[in-house]
């Protein structure tokens, strides 16, 4: 959805290369689909202590490639992605400053959970990540039903979010 809504405004024209922060499940998504958009290259920023099969995964994928950060040394995947996306011809999705990832949700995965539970979902739980997953299928679902919960997984307390915020940031 966002590639698409990307290239329906223009904004994939004249780009070669997509930059954009990931833990692998969006970036993988982005590195698959980028071809069939045009895009011949995209490099992922994941951080250095990304679980090895994932970046195994990502690196399989043509035309990707992967720089690996370090949030010790100070340096932010997000931070990375858009100093590099000032350059000619790249761009940044940013999935998490980008109101078409929760639209996504809100428009396939929100309707696909109230299908499958035949409107019977009580609550959803999601990881907090970007915050377009429980954010675009919670406005659905919520709708639906005002009354479903939806609760937002974290990772520990003072560990590193995917684009460098951390729990107090979210």
Same mark, same amino acid.
């Given at each position: 959805?966002?590639?698409?809504?990307?290239?329906?405004?223009?904004?994939?024209?004249?780009?070669? =290369?997509?930059?954009?922060?990931?833990?692998?499940?969006?970036?993988?998504?982005?590195?698959?689909?980028?071809?069939?958009?045009?895009?011949?290259?995209?490099?992922?920023?994941?951080?250095?202590?990304?679980?090895?099969?994932?970046?195994?995964?990502?690196?399989?994928?043509?035309?990707?490639?992967?720089?690996?950060?370090?949030?010790?040394?100070?340096?932010?995947?997000?931070?990375?992605?858009?100093?590099?996306?000032?350059?000619?011809?790249?761009?940044?999705?940013?999935?998490?400053?980008?109101?078409?990832?929760?639209?996504?949700? $809100?428009?396939? =995965?929100?309707?696909?959970?109230?299908?499958?539970?035949?409107? $019977?979902?009580?609550?959803?739980?999601?990881?907090?990540?970007?915050?377009?997953?429980?954010?675009?299928?919670?406005?659905?679902?919520?709708?639906?039903?005002?009354?479903?919960? =939806?609760?937002?997984?974290?990772?520990?307390?003072?560990?590193?979010?995917?684009?460098?915020?951390?729990?107090?940031?979210?």
């Amino acid at each position: 959805h966002m590639l698409a809504q990307a290239l329906r405004r223009g904004k994939l024209d004249g780009v070669h =290369t997509i930059v954009e922060p990931t833990s692998g499940n969006f970036g993988s998504s982005i590195a698959l689909l980028a071809p069939a958009f045009g895009v011949e290259q995209t490099v992922l920023y994941v951080k250095k202590d990304a679980p090895p099969g994932k970046i195994h995964t990502i690196e399989a994928l043509p035309g990707t490639s992967i720089f690996k950060y370090d949030p010790a040394k100070g340096q932010n995947g997000l931070a990375l992605a858009l100093e590099e996306a000032k350059k000619p011809g790249v761009i940044c999705l940013n999935q998490y400053g980008n109101w078409d990832n929760v639209v996504a949700h $809100m428009n396939y =995965t929100g309707p696909a959970i109230w299908e499958a539970t035949q409107g $019977m979902v009580t609550a959803v739980v999601a990881s907090a990540g970007s915050g377009g997953t429980l954010g675009g299928t919670g406005l659905f679902l919520k709708r639906k039903n005002p009354h479903i919960r =939806t609760i937002r997984a974290v990772v520990s307390p003072g560990e590193e979010i995917p684009a460098g915020r951390t729990l107090k940031q979210i």
